[in-house]
C-alpha cells in the first residue's frame, strides 16, 4: 500500500469545486498530498477547500482559475510554487459539462445543425485548451525537478458516441448532449499520448482517466435507462472514480505512460 502514499506531494486539481473535482481533491489529500483546488467560481472553491482542510495533516488551498484565460493559469501556477515550491501532479479535471437536471430544463435543445458557434467556441477554450494552458504552465516545474504526473479527465463520451436516447422524454421536446462535448474528450486522449511521447526520458508521466457516468441526483428515469447499458447495471459513484485518479497518480501506477484507464461499469465493453 505504500506505492499509494502520496504524502507532502503537491497535486493541482482545476474545477476543484465541481462534484469529481471535490472528490478527487479530497481523495489526493487522504493519500497525504497538499492540494491546490482551483476553480472559477471561487466561492465555490473555499467551500470545498475549507471541507477537505478539517481533517488533520490535510492542506487544500482554494485558488481562482480560469483554465481558458493563459494569465489566470500562470498566476495559478506562481501562486503555488511561491507556497509549496513545487508542483508534483497536475488534474485536468475542469470541463464544461452540460448538465441534465430540473434546473437546466431547455438548456439542450440545441440540435448539432442548430448548435450555436460560440458555445463550440466557449466550450473548446475551457474543456481543450485549458488542458493544453494548465499542462504548458505546469512543464517547466515539472521537466527541472525531473519528475511529475498529469492526468487528463475524460469521458467514455470520447470513446463513443453518446446515446442521445437516454435524453429524451416522451411529450417533450428532444434533448441532446452537445457535440462539444464528445470532441473534447476525444482530444483529451490525442493530449495525453502526445504529451507522454513528447516527455519520454523527463520523468513525467501523463495518463487519462476515463469514468463513466457518475451519480449526481439523477432522475430515476435516467439512472434506470443509463444503468441498463453497463455491464454492472449501475452508474458510478464519485469514490470510484477518485479511486481510479489516486492509482494514476501514484507510484503504483509507475510503469503507466500514454495510457487511458476506463472506469465505466463496463458501458463501453457491449
Known amino acids: 500500500m505504500d506505492q499509494f502514499d502520496i504524502t507532502d506531494r503537491v497535486a493541482v486539481v482545476t474545477g476543484g469545486a465541481g462534484l469529481l473535482g471535490r472528490s478527487h481533491a479530497a481523495a489526493l489529500a487522504s493519500a497525504g498530498a497538499n492540494v491546490v483546488l482551483g476553480d472559477i467560481r471561487m466561492e465555490a472553491a473555499e467551500e470545498a477547500a475549507a471541507q477537505i482542510s478539517t481533517e488533520p495533516g490535510r492542506e487544500c488551498v482554494p485558488l481562482h482559475l480560469d483554465v481558458a484565460d493563459p494569465q489566470s493559469v500562470r498566476a495559478m501556477v506562481k501562486s503555488t510554487l511561491e507556497r509549496f515550491g513545487k508542483i508534483d501532479i497536475l488534474v485536468n479535471n475542469a470541463a ?27 466550450a ?10 494548465c499542462a504548458q504552465a505546469v512543464a517547466p516545474t515539472m521537466v527541472a525537478a525531473g519528475s511529475g504526473v498529469i492526468v487528463n479527465i475524460s469521458s467514455t463520451y470520447g470513446l463513443v458516441g453518446p446515446d442521445q436516447r437516454l435524453y429524451a422524454r416522451e411529450g417533450e421536446p428532444q434533448q441532446y448532449k452537445p457535440v462539444t462535448y464528445s470532441v473534447a474528450k476525444a482530444a483529451a486522449l490525442g493530449l495525453t499520448r502526445y504529451l507522454a511521447t513528447y516527455f519520454a526520458g ?59 484507464l476506463v472506469v465505466d461499469g463496463g458501458w463501453t465493453a457491449w
Open 96 to 122: 464544461l459539462n452540460p448538465k441534465f437536471d430540473p434546473d437546466h430544463a431547455g438548456d439542450h435543445s440545441n440540435s448539432f445543425e442548430e448548435f450555436p458557434f460560440e458555445d463550440w467556441e466557449r
Open 124 to 133: 473548446m477554450d475551457v474543456n481543450v485548451t485549458g488542458m493544453f494552458l
Open 202 to 260: 523527463k520523468g513525467i508521466r501523463v495518463n487519462t482517466l476515463t469514468p463513466g457516468g457518475v451519480f449526481a441526483d439523477h432522475d430515476d428515469e435516467f439512472v434506470k435507462r443509463y444503468s441498463a447499458k453497463t455491464v454492472l447495471g449501475r452508474m458510478a459513484e464519485k469514490e470510484e472514480i477518485s479511486s481510479a485518479l489516486l492509482f494514476l497518480v501514484s507510484d503504483a501506477s509507475s510503469y503507466m505512460t500514454g495510457a487511458n
